[in-house]
């Protein structure tokens, strides 16, 4: 059975997203032959389709895999991703000169990584290709106020971008004392720049709420030095910014919150792991250092769980760690109604049949109810 064929209970728009992401296999003609009995059948949606790509933030890489490899779609899709990855383009360009800008000043003895889409985005991928919502930085609680200084002297301010007048609301006192003392990060800092693209920034004082912050302070200790154009910015070895890549993937697709709002599968998140693999960044060794290094933090069971969820989309992933793929357990059907005080349920959905699928936020309202 081939690899496409393994992915037919999902809707035949997911089937094409999916297949889509593929690049290393749009080559072959079995795959395309498939595509084309996808968007020959009647039942395709190009509506729902195109819903599905930019919701997952995917409009970038299913528009260069179209374009590459010829793929023949409805013209109004095609003229509607090449437009968002225009925009894409141009906000990404904004956003680096951003994250060079304050790399630059943070450098001056303070400890401190970029995390996420900070590096993947101009590291990783080709440019344009990924885009971000902020910049994520973690760095020791004793810096806070510092960085946060800095932040303001480059004309941030904490609150939130109001897109009704185009202006900032300043988050008050209250606010910001009640996001530090109870999540594990600050109030986000905005700014807006050239042609009204928003900057926003998270800073995390712990790589997450339901870690130890000794673990926050081994991942900066860890920090290497990335060379952009012409400056030096501080982040992870590719083997952690792999672990915490999954630490955050569970978390989001483990949190009520984020399952309600339909953004805990979010492709792209996933997809991460994908393109780091497929393209090397990622090798077999380096997965065996992920295994050694998340076991002695106990944090395999990140791992385990978001190589299960990336093999039902890319079935035939054989690069990762084999025992992983057979991993099924409580940890896996999990979710929690409050993250740090451990209060959690299982579910009772398949875990196949949660991907993608907004009918399980259901099963949480009922249990809300109850």
Known sequence: MRWFEKIVDFSLE???????????????????????AIL????????????????????????????????????????????????????????????IKIGDVLNNNLNYVFLKGSILNYFIYDFGLRISNDIDILCSREDLTEISEILYSLGYKQGIYDNASGKIIEATKAERLFKQLNTHELFSFVSIKEDGVVSKLDINFQLDGALKGEITKLFIDESINYKLGESIISSLPIEFMYIHLAVHFYREVAMVGKIMELSDLLLYKLYDFYYLISNNYVTKSTLEKVKVISNELGLYDHVKATHTYLNLIYPDFTPL????????????????????????????????QRISNPEKRLELTTLKEK
């Open 14 to 36: 997911d089937q094409l997203m999916f297949i889509l992401s593929r690049t290393n296999d749009l080559n072959d003609k079995d795959v395309l032959n498939r595509v084309d």
């Open 40 to 99: 020959q059948n009647k039942s395709f949606s190009y509506e729902i389709f195109l819903g599905k790509v930019i919701f997952n933030r995917m409009n970038g890489i299913i528009f260069k895999n179209m374009t590459n490899f010829n793929i023949r779609i409805h013209r109004e899709v095609k003229l509607y991703l090449n437009m968002l990855r225009d925009s894409q383009e141009k906000r990404n360009s904004i956003l680096k000169k951003e994250v």
């Open 321 to 352: 760690i084999l025992e992983d793929l057979e991993y099924n357990s409580s940890f896996l059907n999990q979710y929690y109604i409050d993250i740090r005080e451990d209060r959690k349920r299982v579910w009772k959905i398949p875990l196949k």
